[in-house]
C-alpha cells in the first residue's frame, strides 16, 4: 500500500503565498507522474498541475504564471508553491501521484485525503 500525506494549507489573504507538501510512504518502486487537484464547493475536482518524473509539467491555465510544482525523487515528495493567491484558489487540494509498487507490477493512482487552502479577499 501506498500513503499520501499532505501538509501545508492554511488561511491566507489574496496576494499571499502558501507552500503546500505532499510525502508518499509505503511499498514504492517508482513514481511517475504526480500532481495536484482541487475541489472547490460545489465544483468538480480540477487538475491544477501534473510532474512527470522526469520534470516535465502541465499546468492548469488559471495558476499558469503564480504556481510552482516541484518534486524530491529522493524524497517522494512533491511540493507546490502558491503566489498571488486570490479568492478563487480557495479549495480542497489533493495530491495524486502513479505509483509502481514492484519494478514488475503494474501502476495504481493514489490520492492523499486533501488539504483545505482558503484565501479571504
Known amino acids: 500500500q501506498v500513503q499520501l500525506v499532505e501538509s501545508g494549507g492554511a488561511l491566507v489573504q489574496a496576494g499571499g503565498s502558501l507552500r503546500l507538501s505532499c510525502a508518499a510512504s509505503g511499498q514504492i518502486s517508482r513514481i511517475n507522474r504526480m500532481g495536484w487537484y482541487r475541489q472547490a464547493p460545489g465544483k468538480q475536482r480540477e487538475l491544477v498541475v501534473i510532474i512527470s518524473s522526469g520534470g516535465g509539467t502541465n499546468y492548469a491555465d488559471s495558476v499558469k504564471g503564480r504556481f510552482t510544482i516541484s518534486r524530491d525523487n529522493a524524497k517522494n515528495t512533491v511540493y507546490l508553491q502558491m503566489n498571488s493567491l486570490k479568492a478563487e484558489d480557495t479549495a480542497v487540494y489533493y495530491c495524486?501521484?502513479?505509483?509502481?509498487?514492484?519494478?514488475?507490477?503494474?501502476?495504481?493512482?493514489?490520492w492523499g485525503q486533501g488539504i483545505q487552502v482558503t484565501v479571504a479577499s
Open positions: 495524486n501521484a502513479l505509483v509502481k509498487s514492484t519494478d514488475w507490477g503494474a501502476e495504481y493512482v493514489y
